[in-house]
Each structure stands twice: as C-alpha cells, then as structure tokens.
C-alpha cells in the first residue's frame, strides 16, 4: 500500500493529513491578518477577542469517545456515521471532521458546524472513499482527524482519535465480495419481454466478464409492489453459471402484487429487484438491478391496468 502523500490513489497517512489541515489554517490566517495600505481606521467599538489559535495534534481528551457506525438508512447515500460522544464537563463545537482508515481511500475532512452538550452523542456524517484493496489480508487500522473548539478559551484542538476497525472491516468485506461479483458477471434484463393478462414474462442475463469461477444465483426477490419470480418458480438455488460457460439466461416472471395508493405512493425503489450471487465458495451478496426505460413503461402499464381494475 502507498505511504506517500503524492501516491496516484489518494492515501493520505496521518501525519499527511495533519500537515495539510495545518498548511489550510495557516494560509486562512495569513489572509485573515493582512491589511489594506494606508492608515488604520479608528474604531470605538469594544475589542475584538483574541485570534482563536490551533493545537496541532493534541493528545486525544479522554472525555472524547469516537466509533464508526453505519447504519441503513446512511447505507444506499454511502454515507458513515462518526458517533461522537461529548463525557466532559463543558459543550464542545466540532468544526472539521474526516476518516482515516487503511480500508478506503482517504477524502478530506468534512467542514461542520456541530455543537455537542454534555453527555450527549452526535452522529456526524462523513464519505468515505473507495475500497483501497481487496487482495489486502493484514489486520487494518482506522482512526478519525478532528477539530474542536473547546472552552473556556476558544482553542481550536486538532487531533486524531483512533477507532475500532471492526465495523470498517464488515463494510471493506462486503464492498470486496460485491466488487468480486460485479468482476466475475454483468447481471441485467433482457431487452424483450411479453406480457400476458398480469404477469410480464423476460429474462434475467448474466454474462461473464472474467475469470472461470462458478457464478450462483442463490435466490431472487421482488419489490413491496412487484414480485419476482423464477420459471419454474421457487427453484434454490435459481441457476448456476458453470465454469466454461460464457452466459446463462434465467426465465423470471414480474407481476403487480399491489397497487393500491399508500403503497405506490410509498414505494422508495418499486422497480429494482434483488438477487444473491455468490462466485465460487465466497458468500453470496446482496445485489440489485433495475429495468431500462422500456421496461419500467410496461411495468408502469401493468400498475396502472391494476389501479384501473381495483387491484390484484
């Protein structure tokens, strides 16, 4: 893996990034303190406070707890939550916020406005990178840069507060399984269908991409108002890609098992199916595909003959 600040992928070690949030605030205060020519304006209004200061990486308060949660609702965003916990004795504001983990390219932190009282947690949102590499099986570390302003005197403290991998590692493993499916096999629609009465008829495609491994399908899922099935139905597995064989298509079945308002008007995703494909021996993963436009105008015809005649 890369250790220098200039590496083509962006991996930015700790100290790297240390320097560029120094290097930032010292060019904002450069600018901040230079003044136009000429004399200076005289003024009657009260002195200004002191220039907030920064300490550079500052030994982390042991009244600052930080881990890294990411729950589902962050999940479709590709968003972490950094739950970060205030057990001192006075509100705190954190101002600049970023991960740090040898799981994923590193960004830059995150500008924030968020004040945390006493004894309370905020969950601060940050991005994170892509997966640095998959072919990686050392033990891997993680930790978060953070700026805070904390009382009595204003002083910006910037530290480093390292963090348990573990939830990193769970979300490392299940991007490098996902990736190793989206290496192996294109998943997709066929271009043609048929529809009869309220059941639309196609093909599922999967066309290996590379390698030779065994690709499987081991079960299909609809949506909260269309259902998926295979043909034959209920087949678990669904359909096994074998080694030497470049494509295999899957008969399936789509039909409208709800209509009414509340659930259309609801649904977040109504069109995108679920599958899970394993490669090899590996665990299976959890995918999604979605129809083309074709394809969705005839499952939006299908809705609407439902609404029509009072659902299914």
């Known amino acids: 893996m890369p250790t220098l600040c200039g590496a083509a992928r962006t991996r930015l070690p700790l100290p790297c990034l240390g320097l560029l949030i120094l290097a930032a605030a010292a060019c904002a205060g450069g600018a901040a303190g ?34 890294a949660d990411y729950p ?15 057990n001192g ?11 740090v983990a040898e799981h994923f390219d590193v960004l830059a932190p995150e500008e924030k406005s968020a004040t945390i009282p006493v004894g309370s947690r905020t969950d601060l949102q940050v991005d994170f990178g892509a997966v640095f590499d998959c072919t990686v ?17 204003a002083t910006v403290q910037h530290v480093t507060v390292s963090i348990d991998p573990a939830p990193l590692d769970v979300m490392r493993g ?34 290996r991409s590379t390698g030779d491994e065994s690709v499987t399908v081991e079960a299909l899922r609809g949506t909260e108002i269309v ?7 209920d087949r678990e597995p669904v359909a096994v890609v074998e080694p030497g064989i470049p494509r ?20 977040t995703k109504p069109y995108e199916v679920k599958l899970w494909v394993a490669v090899g021996d590996r665990e299976a993963q959890f995918m999604t595909i979605g129809p083309d436009d074709r394809l969705k105008a005839a499952l939006q015809e299908l809705i609407a003959m439902c609404i029509e005649t009072g659902g299914p």
């Open 248 to 267: 295999l298509a899957i008969p399936v079945e789509l039909e409208v098992i709800r209509c009414d308002p509340h659930a259309v008007g609801q649904a």
């Open 89 to 99: 004795d006075a509100p705190i504001e954190v101002i600049r916020i970023g991960l």
């Open 174 to 207: 299940t991007e490098c399984r996902q990736q190793a499916v989206h290496d192996a096999v294109s998943i997709g629609f066929a271009p043609d269908w048929n529809v009869t009465a309220t059941v639309l008829a196609t093909e599922i495609l999967l066309e």
């Open 137 to 153: 099986t050392t033990a891997l570390s993680a930790s978060v840069d953070i700026e805070l302003v904390v009382p009595p005197d």
């Open 72 to 86: 589902r609702y962050l999940q479709h965003k590709r968003r972490l939550a950094i739950a970060t916990i205030n």
């Open 227 to 233: 259902t998926l099935r295979s043909v034959p139905h």
């Open 34 to 67: 230079s003044t136009a020519s000429g004399p200076p304006a005289t003024s009657t209004a009260a002195p200004e406070a002191a220039t907030t200061t920064v300490q550079p990486s500052a030994e982390p308060p042991d009244w600052l707890d930080l881990f």
